[in-house]
């Protein structure tokens, strides 16, 4: 299950341009995994107060936004290139929705847990199979 957590300043969340971000998201990781996936995306938007960020130790200064997305390891490697198309989709799909953040900005996270370190329901993935 592919879930996404993008962090961004709380400004940036004005109630317009949730949907188109959410709905971009699932678009890209649907993009590389195919239609079977677009169940699965869990997307979590979280918004920080410019305040609360900092950068190079000066408060205030948010910077774009960042897109963490951790999945099972196997969803990595079993698709050709899925990280980079994931780094590549994810990023145009904030690009997107956010014209007016540099892209070059935007982070991509992508982390992988192998079967013995990933559950559902309490059940390892591994004592599962």
């Given at each position: 299950m592919p879930h996404c957590t993008v962090t961004l300043a709380e400004e940036l969340l004005d109630g317009t341009v949730e949907r188109r971000l959410v709905d971009g998201i699932t678009d890209a990781v649907v993009s590389v995994y195919g239609d079977w996936a677009r169940p699965l995306v869990?997307?979590?938007?979280?918004?920080?107060?410019?305040?609360?960020?900092?950068?190079?130790?000066?408060?205030?200064?948010?910077?774009?936004?960042?897109?963490?997305?951790h999945s099972r390891a196997g969803a990595f490697t079993r698709f050709p290139d899925a990280a980079e198309r994931l780094a590549v989709a994810l990023t145009d799909?904030?690009?997107?929705?956010?014209?007016?953040?540099?892209?070059?900005?935007?982070?991509?996270?992508?982390?992988?847990?192998?079967d013995d370190r990933s559950a559902v329901g309490g059940v390892l993935f591994s004592a599962a199979a």
């Open positions: 869990v997307i979590a938007l979280r918004g920080v107060p410019t305040e609360r960020f900092a950068v190079g130790g000066e408060l205030g200064v948010a910077p774009a936004p960042d897109v963490l997305l799909a904030v690009a997107a929705v956010f014209g007016d953040v540099p892209r070059e900005g935007i982070t991509v996270n992508l982390v992988g847990f192998a």
